[in-house]
């Protein structure tokens, strides 16, 4: 038994660990050296990058959550009340939102400012591709309850530089992600 979460959660850390690592030269320092579903336990600093894939945002939970797809306006709604977009039978359709959590830290690397920038870059953009083009891998199979996968969106994004001179670059970034499912 599996809920679409622990799936979809499994699908994008394929996804990634694809994009991130495999595809990625071992002499590369923007090679991911950890990709996982769940927080970041080890030392940071360890592995340089770390790729995270969490359920919602656990930086913000209230904000980025699970919700049937709806519309605010209808015929029979007040505007202030947003209907969901449950169909005929008891089917509805979901928006399960992610975050992909990027903690980059070239502290022995030895790259200059401008390097640190391009590399944690790239993790930026193989992520992103990796999940936008992963759909078929995401929608490969349903849970327990029938609910499936049918469109996966990158909705936002952020790489920034958190620290630096003269050789410590550490960038944060974040990728917020809705995958559309259909549930019977």
């Not at 660990?17 to 090679?31: E, F, G, I, L």
Request: glycine fraction near 8%.
């Amino acid at each position: 038994m599996a809920h679409i979460i622990s799936i979809l959660s499994d699908a994008l850390e394929t996804l990634l660990v694809a994009a991130c690592q495999t595809a990625v030269a071992a002499d590369d320092d923007s090679k991911a050296l950890l990709v996982r579903a769940g927080r970041l336990q080890e030392d940071p600093t360890k592995n340089f990058v770390n790729v995270l894939i969490h359920p919602n945002d656990p930086d913000d939970m209230d904000e980025w959550v699970h919700e049937v797809i709806g519309k605010n306006i209808t015929p029979y709604s007040d505007h202030r009340f947003p209907i969901g977009m449950y169909e005929i039978g008891g089917g509805e359709q979901w928006w399960r939102r992610f975050t992909v959590e990027l903690k980059i830290f070239f502290n022995q690397k030895s790259l200059t400012r401008t390097q640190a920038r391009d590399n944690a870059h790239l993790v930026l953009g193989r992520a992103e591709e990796a999940i936008k083009e992963g759909i078929s891998a995401l929608a490969a199979s349903a849970d327990t309850w029938g609910e499936q996968a049918w469109g996966a969106y990158v909705r936002r994004s952020r790489c920034v530089e958190r620290g630096g001179p003269t050789k410590d670059w550490i960038w944060d970034g974040k990728i917020w992600v809705e995958i559309g499912t259909s549930k019977p």
